[in-house]
């Protein structure tokens, strides 16, 4: 019976180690912005780690100020994978570009599920920390050079039914 209790103490210490010490890499991700202090309160790292606080919809209708914005735009970079197109950010500087971004997603985001008559919702996504250039490839497709000189002959791809 003791021994079955210390493995449990010892599974739950190491557990709560893992859980730290993955909170403290998902910490060094983040990069703050410069953000006014216009009725900002005490917004803590550790708390806004929960990727929920920007994936779950019902979360997202409840930001309002900039506390929560804030506490949202740092589970989103907190939560990035490391391949993500944008990644870490650069610098304060980026990370202020990009929080103006993402409050203005997360904005539409709410102003798009707040209409009863749509048939599905929208949800905060890889592009809402992207620049409009940024979004640019993702969304318009293949394109043929401008420059014939640059097309090295290829034919552009043809889309269509495979053939079997």
């Known amino acids: 019976m003791l021994k079955i209790f210390l493995v449990a103490v010892i599974t739950t210490a190491i557990s709560v180690q893992a859980e730290n010490r993955s909170k403290e890499e998902m910490m060094k991700k983040v990069v703050l912005p410069d953000v006014p ?13 929960d990727k929920d606080l920007y994936r779950n919809a019902e979360n997202l209708k409840n930001i309002h100020n900039e506390d929560g ?12 994978e490391d391949d993500s197109v944008i990644g870490v950010y650069r610098n304060k500087k980026d990370a202020t570009m ?7 997603c997360v904005k539409e985001v709410n102003a798009i599920n707040s209409k009863p008559d749509n048939t599905w919702s929208a949800g905060v996504n890889l592009f809402c920390d992207m620049t409009k250039e940024e979004q640019y490839p993702y969304s318009h497709g293949l394109r043929r050079p401008q420059n014939p000189e640059d097309s090295n002959d290829v034919e552009p791809p043809v889309l269509g039914s495979p053939r079997f």
Do not use: P
């Open 69 to 80: 914005y804030l506490c949202a735009f740092i589970a989103f970079q907190a939560n990035k």
């Open 37 to 49: 202090n216009h009725g900002l309160k005490s917004v803590k790292m550790k708390d806004c780690l």
């Open 98 to 104: 990009r929080y103006e971004l993402f409050k203005t």
